[in-house]
C-alpha cells in the first residue's frame, strides 16, 4: 500500500460530503467515533473536504432536538432551525481556529488555491436543506458571510422550498419561495447541491439559466442501490453545466456493502459524464455504514487501489479529487 498512501499525499484527495459537524465531536482530536476529524483526514491525505450543516432530523422533522441533546449541543443552539446552523457553523470556525493552522475554511478560489499551496485542509461548507434559513431569503447572505458556499434546497422531507426525493413526499416542485431562494443563491454565487431534491424539484432547478448545480452525495441510478440515486439524464445535466456528481459510499444507495460497488456506481457515472464529472461524495458521518472494509476515511486508499486496477492514474486522480478541486475552484469565487 505504499505506493497508493504516496499517492494520497501528492494528489488533492476531496470529499464532497460529511455531516460530521452534527456530531458535536472535537474535530481537531483524533477520536475512535465517527468516521471524520482533522487527525485522520491528514491521515489520508484529504486536502478539500465538504462539510454540511443539518438542522432537521430524519425524517420526522421533531427528532432533531432530540438528537441533539443527546450529543450534548447548548440548550440556546438546539432551539430552531436557524441556530442550529449558526451554532455548527461557529463551531467549525473554533475548531479551524484551534488547528494550528492546519485548517481553514476555503470560502474562495484564493483561499483554496493557497491551503493547497501550504499543505493544509480545505474546509468547504455548505448547508443540508434551505428550511435552516426559516423562510427568510435575506438569511442567505448571512450564511454567504460566514463561509458556506453552497446549500441543497430540500433534505430528508418536503419544506417550504420544495421537494424531496424521500419515499413517498409526492415529488414536489420547487415553491414561489424556492424560486426566490435559488435566484438569490445566484445572485450570491451558492451552489445548489441537489443530492435530496425530487424529480420535479431537479427539473425546476435544472430549468434556470445561471445557477451551478453539483451533487454532494448521491449513488446512480442506473447501477442499481436506492430510492434517491440520480437518473442518467441528470447525470448528463450536471456534465454539461460543468458540475460534479459525488458518488456514496452508503450500501443503501449502492446495491451491495462492498468497495466493489463504489468503483461499479463510479464507472458508471462516468461512462455517462465523463472523466471529468464524477468525484467523491461519501456521506461520512451520515448515520450509514460504510462498505466492508472500511472503517473510517483512514481507509480511503481501499478505493483508491481498486480503481487502480482498473483505470490509469490520472482517471484515478480526477474521481479522487481532481474534479472536485476544480469545480470549486471555478466555483467559490474570490
Same mark, same amino acid.
Given at each position: 500500500?505504499?505506493?497508493?498512501?504516496?499517492?494520497?499525499?501528492?494528489?488533492?484527495?476531496?470529499?464532497?460530503?460529511?455531516?460530521?459537524?452534527?456530531?458535536?465531536?472535537?474535530?481537531?482530536?483524533?477520536?475512535?467515533?465517527?468516521?471524520?476529524?482533522?487527525?485522520?483526514?491528514?491521515?489520508?491525505?484529504?486536502?478539500?473536504?465538504?462539510?454540511?450543516?443539518?438542522?432537521?432530523?430524519?425524517?420526522?422533522?421533531?427528532?432533531?432536538?432530540?438528537?441533539?441533546?443527546?450529543?450534548?449541543?447548548?440548550?440556546?443552539?438546539?432551539?430552531?432551525?436557524?441556530?442550529?446552523?449558526?451554532?455548527?457553523?461557529?463551531?467549525?470556525? +473554533?475548531?479551524?481556529? @484551534?488547528? $494550528?493552522?492546519? %485548517?481553514? #475554511? &476555503?470560502?474562495?478560489?484564493?483561499?483554496?488555491?493557497? !491551503? =493547497?499551496?501550504?499543505?493544509?485542509?480545505?474546509?468547504?461548507?455548505?448547508?443540508?436543506?434551505?428550511?435552516?434559513?426559516?423562510?427568510?431569503?435575506?438569511?442567505?447572505?448571512?450564511?454567504?458571510?460566514?463561509?458556506?458556499?453552497?446549500?441543497?434546497?430540500?433534505?430528508?422531507?418536503?419544506?417550504?422550498?420544495?421537494?424531496?426525493?424521500?419515499?413517498?413526499?409526492?415529488?414536489?416542485?420547487?415553491?414561489?419561495?424556492?424560486?426566490?431562494?435559488? +435566484?438569490?443563491?445566484? @445572485?450570491? $454565487?451558492?451552489? %445548489?447541491? #441537489? &443530492?435530496?431534491?425530487?424529480?420535479?424539484?431537479?427539473? !425546476? =432547478?435544472?430549468?434556470?439559466?445561471?445557477?451551478?448545480?453539483?451533487?454532494?452525495?448521491?449513488?446512480?441510478?442506473?447501477?442499481?442501490?436506492?430510492?434517491?440515486?440520480?437518473?442518467?439524464?441528470?447525470?448528463?445535466?450536471?456534465?454539461?453545466?460543468?458540475?460534479?456528481?459525488?458518488?456514496?459510499?452508503?450500501?443503501?444507495?449502492?446495491?451491495?456493502?462492498?468497495?466493489?460497488?463504489?468503483?461499479?456506481?463510479?464507472?458508471?457515472?462516468?461512462?455517462?459524464?465523463?472523466?471529468?464529472?464524477?468525484?467523491?461524495?461519501?456521506?461520512?458521518?451520515?448515520?450509514?455504514?460504510?462498505?466492508?472494509?472500511?472503517?473510517?476515511?483512514?481507509?480511503?486508499?481501499?478505493?483508491?487501489?481498486?480503481?487502480?486496477?482498473?483505470?490509469?492514474?490520472?482517471?484515478?486522480?480526477?474521481?479522487?479529487?481532481?474534479?472536485?478541486?476544480?469545480?470549486?475552484?471555478?466555483?467559490?469565487?474570490?
Amino acid at each position: 500500500m505504499g505506493d497508493v498512501n504516496e499517492l494520497h499525499q501528492r494528489w488533492c484527495i476531496a470529499d464532497g460530503h460529511a455531516d460530521s459537524l452534527m456530531w458535536n465531536r472535537d474535530l481537531c482530536v483524533r477520536s475512535d467515533e465517527g468516521h471524520v476529524d482533522f487527525p485522520r483526514l491528514r491521515e489520508a491525505g484529504v486536502k478539500l473536504q465538504c462539510f454540511t450543516i443539518v438542522t432537521r432530523g430524519f425524517p420526522f422533522i421533531g427528532g432533531f432536538p432530540v438528537f441533539a441533546a443527546w450529543r450534548g449541543w447548548p440548550r440556546e443552539a438546539r432551539a430552531s432551525e436557524w441556530t442550529r446552523a449558526l451554532w455548527q457553523l461557529e463551531r467549525m470556525a +473554533e475548531f479551524c481556529q @484551534r488547528s $494550528g493552522d492546519t %485548517v481553514r #475554511v &476555503a470560502d474562495s478560489r484564493q483561499v483554496l488555491d493557497d !491551503n =493547497l499551496a501550504q499543505g493544509r485542509l480545505s474546509a468547504v461548507l455548505g448547508v443540508e436543506g434551505g428550511h435552516a434559513i426559516e423562510g427568510k431569503v435575506e438569511r442567505l447572505a448571512e450564511l454567504h458571510r460566514r463561509g458556506v458556499r453552497f446549500m441543497g434546497l430540500t433534505h430528508l422531507s418536503n419544506n417550504d422550498l420544495g421537494g424531496s426525493s424521500f419515499p413517498m413526499m409526492g415529488n414536489r416542485g420547487l415553491t414561489t419561495l424556492g424560486h426566490e431562494v435559488m +435566484e438569490e443563491m445566484a @445572485r450570491l $454565487g451558492l451552489s %445548489v447541491d #441537489v &443530492a435530496h431534491a425530487s424529480e420535479r424539484t431537479l427539473e !425546476n =432547478l435544472f430549468s434556470h439559466p445561471s445557477v451551478r448545480y453539483f451533487c454532494s452525495h448521491t449513488g446512480v441510478r442506473a447501477a442499481g442501490g436506492g430510492w434517491r440515486n440520480l437518473s442518467d439524464a441528470s447525470l448528463r445535466f450536471i456534465a454539461d453545466r460543468g458540475g460534479v456528481v459525488g458518488i456514496i459510499f452508503a450500501p443503501v444507495y449502492l446495491g451491495g456493502d462492498s468497495v466493489d460497488d463504489v468503483v461499479r456506481h463510479i464507472e458508471h457515472a462516468v461512462d455517462v459524464m465523463g472523466e471529468e464529472g464524477v468525484g467523491l461524495g461519501s456521506d461520512y458521518d451520515g448515520m450509514v455504514p460504510l462498505p466492508k472494509g472500511m472503517k473510517d476515511v483512514t481507509d480511503l486508499r481501499l478505493l483508491t487501489t481498486a480503481l487502480l486496477r482498473r483505470h490509469p492514474e490520472s482517471w484515478v486522480e480526477r474521481v479522487m479529487g481532481g474534479n472536485f478541486r476544480r469545480f470549486f475552484q471555478s466555483t467559490l469565487g474570490g
